[in-house]
């Protein structure tokens, strides 16, 4: 029996090793979740946190790096087939001009304020991410002024009920204007320090209640001064440009918006994608 | 205690013997190539979409998990999971460290933290679910006995020599994994950094304990936590082993009591009283990532303490049965 011998001493020999490993690791474990320690401010020397000036030589303005940022437009709500104008831009770009354009991200979240966006660009990944990108698709505001498509339900049955209305009082809209478009202006130029080249676009705002009587004159009026003191902001910057999508839906609401009646639909995207195209050209 | 060493090389060589570890040892081969491609084939996938930037990958998972938090359809619990997940990431973020980068060392993490509920468990009831209704089923049990050892003796060596193969199943799991993955991800990875310390309190992180780790201290700590659990699954195997007749019923009671566990986690949070079940308690890794706890007002001790009395519990009555019962066919 000489093999049951081998078997036993490397059994007990390698099994009592392996406890004892196990048990040191479970000691140190319980020790390490019981007093954490927050070690002294240790940076991670392996990584290069700036990467983004390699990224930018000329080989690389061939292709286009697209960064999408901003309120559920930006995201794409609306669009049954989720490509929203982000997607749909980058496919544009590509069948028109043959450049080959990437989305690098899509960091659009829905619902999403001008007070929303503001801490978000100090955020190290957002600012990585609108660091690496040629251009800057950027689209705010609308919830702002609308405050969130939930309301737009509620100004709908206000309209059958004139009285009970209160919540989208056309008063309102134009309220929370001026503190909006400061908050626009920091964001622009937040976004330019953030990235001194890209060329940034703007997309501008329409009124998604155009059909409803009593929201019809006052929205067109915030939305055109909206739009307005966004453009003074922009026409300050040579790599900056406003895309209008007013006209667009002024008239074509029930074809280019989506059921929610706030979020444009595909088509809608597919327009507004298309003017950007146009303006990046 | 002289003789009680001959008793458990007996034991052991007998393990060995009836290639009950070869077994496991070919499940492990077998299985974890096949997580392994599946790991390459949805990182390349990621790569594709990100270009390889990991930070990316990051940022869009931080936006994903934000967009979903102002859904009215997400269940207010998945919300808090997320918002916590979200807050980690931007620490990873914050301090340019990839929580998922691509190695051998970090595969073999994410591995390791996936099977201690059920494949750890399931490799140390193939050992103990049989070692002693084995004998029974043999009736090898009856010439055990009739020799001049006291039954505790027997049953002791038994134990230690489960215990001891638990230690090697967990070590072999980890070397097997790193190998194996390894070979398609990279050896390397030992020095990056893990996060650890994120104390959770209702839906926010507490950074303030955050501290770096190098991975192979987080492993090591990792398998501390596996082994413990290891060690509970393999106390509770052992009595149902002496309660059951045959092999097949014992496995099929610990397998259902595991499966129940991993359900329950999912949808036990409103019942707290669940908390005091072992199965729910398996997860001791997650206190190490800070991953939130199936239920309100579990931590670490806690945890712990559940899976000691039950271990400690389940090793009374199998001595107390054992000792006690009469052996017939």
Known sequence: ?281 | MINLLPLIKNETIKIIKKKRFYVILLILLVLVPIFTYAQMRSAERTREKFHGDWRLEVQQQITDNENSLGSDRVPDEWKKYRKIFVQQLQYYLDHDVNPNEPNGVTFTREFMANSITLFIPLLIMAIASDIVSGERTSGTIKMLLTRPVKRWKVLLSKLVTLFMFSSLIVVSAFIITYVVSGAVFGYKGFDMPVFTGFQITGSDVDLSAVHAVPQWKYLLMQGGLIWFVSLTIASLAFMVSVLVRSTAASIVVMMAALIAGTILTNMASAWSSAKYLFMVNLELTDYLSGTPAPIEGMNLSFSLAVLSVWAVAALIISFLVFTKRDILN
Request: overall charge neutral; glycine content about 10%; aromatic content about 6%.
């Open chain 1, 1 to 281: 029996m000489n093999s049951s011998k081998w078997i036993w001493r490397v059994v007990s020999i390698v099994s009592v090793l392996a406890t004892v490993l196990l048990l040191a690791g479970f000691v140190y474990a319980i020790k390490d979740i019981q007093n954490p320690k927050a070690a002294a401010e240790q940076s991670s020397p392996s990584a290069t946190p700036q990467e983004s000036t390699g990224a930018k030589s000329p080989e690389a303005k061939k292709d286009l790096k697209i960064a999408v940022i901003g309120d559920s437009l930006a995201k794409g709500t609306g669009d049954n087939s989720g490509m929203g104008f982000a997607r749909r831009t980058v496919s544009e770009l590509a069948k028109d001009s043959g450049r080959k354009a990437t989305l690098l991200n899509n960091l659009g979240i829905n619902g999403l304020t001008t007070t929303g966006l503001l801490p978000k660009l100090e955020e190290k990944g957002t600012q990585y991410v609108l660091g690496q990108a040629d251009v800057i698709l950027l689209s705010i505001g609308g919830n702002d002024l609308f405050q969130g498509a939930d309301l737009a339900t509620k100004g709908i049955s206000g309209t059958s009920n004139p009285g009970t209305g209160t919540e989208l009082d056309p008063k309102d809209l134009l309220k929370g204007l001026p503190k909006a478009s400061t908050q626009l202006k920091a964001i622009l130029e937040r976004i330019r320090a953030i990235n001194p080249e890209a060329w940034i676009v703007y997309v501008g705002l329409y009124n998604p209640f155009g059909d409803i009587e009593e929201l019809k004159i006052p929205g067109n009026q915030a939305v055109a001064s909206w739009n307005q003191s966004a453009l003074q902001t922009i026409n300050k910057y040579s790599s900056m440009s406003l895309v209008p999508t007013f006209d667009l839906f002024q008239h074509n609401l029930d074809k280019y918006l989506s059921s929610d009646h706030f979020h444009p639909n595909g088509d809608g995207y597919q327009q507004i994608a298309e003017r950007i195209v146009q303006g990046i050209r």
